[in-house]
């Protein structure tokens, strides 16, 4: 027996059978979000001039407070995009951990045999909720994913607890 026919069956049982990071949708680069914010800040530079020369000069500072409030609110959208669901599933167990934009960290730990997956649909806009549901525990995932989204990982995480639910292959034929 050489090292091409040792088999280390630990390695092979804890191996994942489905891993995923899902991370928040952002349609605007951070290039594009300068664009826009000087573009923005040019036109409102602009109109606030004509106004000010006009004699409205309370307006100018209105125009630059709508900026202000644009900028802050595209910080907040790109501050929430640090969000990360984190989904592992070996044959022993299932690992969700969840990280808020703000740092904060929720793990939880599920027992494949126990866990289904359950679905909330809209016969309008497909599947709205995911959880996985374990002894009465509902944990939900891919929150802010699209309907076709959870509709394409809700395929892959199942086949991945039927896989786990069937248990380890220790002796795979290849």
Do not use: C
Request: charged share 20%; net charge neutral.
């Amino acid at each position: 027996m050489d090292d091409r026919n040792a088999f280390d069956s630990e390695t092979a049982a804890d191996a994942p059978l489905f891993s995923a990071r899902l991370t928040p949708h952002r349609s605007l680069s951070h290039g594009g979000f300068l664009a826009l914010m000087g573009f923005l800040t040019v036109v409102s530079f602009a109109a606030g001039i004509a106004f000010l020369m006009m004699g409205a000069w309370p307006v100018f500072g209105f125009f630059g407070l709508d900026v202000l409030i644009v900028y802050w609110a595209f910080k907040q959208n790109f501050r929430s995009a640090k969000a990360t669901e984190d989904i592992v599933v070996t044959p022993y167990e299932i690992r969700v951990r969840r990280v808020s934009h703000r740092g904060q960290v929720m793990e939880w730990t599920l027992n494949p045999m126990w866990v289904r997956l359950a679905r909330e649909e809209h016969e309008e806009f497909g599947i709205e909720r995911l959880y996985l549901v374990s002894r009465g525990r509902h944990v939900s995932v891919g929150s802010f994913l699209g309907p076709d989204e959870k509709a394409s990982f809700a395929a892959a995480l199942q086949a991945a607890l039927n896989a786990a639910k069937r248990g380890p292959t220790l002796n795979p034929i290849t």
